[in-house]
């Protein structure tokens, strides 16, 4: 068991966390595929809180390498970009629209993995092993899910419109690269 408290290994304790982040961000697009959105968002929550213990993991024991920097980024690729708009185009747009608008919508949703991606990319390519900023500059992928499951909930109870997510989800999208500083916690 030595090997999860050694930084060089693939398999440390910090990267089991963020292989469990994968799962759930897995699991949590296939329960969209079969139109169970309760299970997906409780998944990808689990993600949310396997990427928060991560890090934190990562930094008390000293296990930060370079490959546990890129399965982070992958993890929150999918666990707080694809499993949202996914999730959001299934359940919202997909039931709302048809032809144009849903071309649109597709646009938009493309828009905004395209978005996250870079972002993570981006923080890669800037960012030291083990270290953390005081700030982030633009919104990190994880409240931008955040945000994006906002915007779902007040589709679902009927107080934002099918029109309104996609324009929000640009919005959003936008934000991730934007200059926006957001306070890291």
Do not use: C
């Amino acid at each position: 068991m030595k090997f999860l408290f050694t930084p060089s290994s693939h398999f440390n304790l910090a990267n089991m966390f963020t292989f469990v982040n994968i799962t759930a961000g897995l699991l949590a697009t296939y329960f969209i595929t079969q139109n169970n959105f309760f299970l997906a968002i409780i998944l990808a929550w689990v993600g949310g809180a396997f990427d928060i213990f991560d890090g934190k993991i990562a930094r008390k024991f000293k296990l930060s390498n370079d490959f546990g920097v890129q399965l982070d980024s992958f993890a929150d690729f999918l666990s707080f970009v694809l499993v949202p708009v996914f999730l959001i185009f299934q359940a919202v747009y997909s039931v709302s629209y048809d032809g144009a608008m849903l071309i649109a919508a597709a646009v938009v949703s493309i828009y905004y993995v395209i978005s996250g991606l870079r972002r993570l990319i981006h923080f890669n390519l800037s960012t030291e092993v083990g270290g953390v900023a005081k700030y982030f500059i633009g919104v990190p992928t994880p409240l931008g899910a955040i945000l994006l499951w906002l915007v779902y909930l007040a589709n679902i109870y009927g107080v934002l419109p099918s029109f309104g997510v996609i324009i929000l989800m640009a919005a959003i999208g936008w934000s991730l690269n934007s200059t926006i500083k957001v306070r890291h916690p």
